[in-house]
Nanobody, 115 residues
Framework: QVQLVESGGGLVQAGGSLRLSCAGS????????MGWYRQAPGKQRELVADITTGGRTNYADSVKGRFTISRDNAKNTVYLQMHSLKPEDTAVYYC?????????WGQGTQVTVSS
């Protein structure tokens, strides 16, 4: 059974940092694009960042310069380092893996940034 399990969310003050992790199990994701999405209350889910197998990264404009995505294929894990957090970063963050037939999603982890 394929699973993606996120960790690292929580409550932080504006200007603070958090590091999210997403560990995959059930199959290797070393050949897949991995990424993070987020969904704030009343808003659509949006791409935050993704990373290819070769390490090429892509970021939403709203997080460029503040967030860094990375991956460890040996651990089947993708990370999201978040700095200079803002209240508007508050959302449920979801790990995502782009599959060839179907995509995979984690259960989500809450990030709350207080002002």
């Amino acid at each position: 059974q394929v699973q993606l399990v996120e960790s690292g969310g929580g409550l932080v003050q504006a200007g603070g940092s958090l590091r999210l992790s997403c560990a995959g199990s059930g199959r290797s994701f070393s050949m897949n694009v991995m990424g993070w999405y987020r969904q704030a209350p009343g808003k659509q889910r949006e791409l935050v960042a993704d990373i290819t197998t070769g390490g090429r990264t892509n970021y939403a404009d709203s997080v460029k310069g503040r967030f860094t995505i990375s991956r460890d294929n040996a651990k089947n894990t993708v990370y999201l380092q978040m700095h200079s957090l803002k209240p508007e970063d508050t959302a449920v963050y979801y790990c995502h893996v782009r599959g060839y037939i179907t995509d995979y999603w984690g259960q989500g982890t809450q990030v709350t940034v207080s002002s």
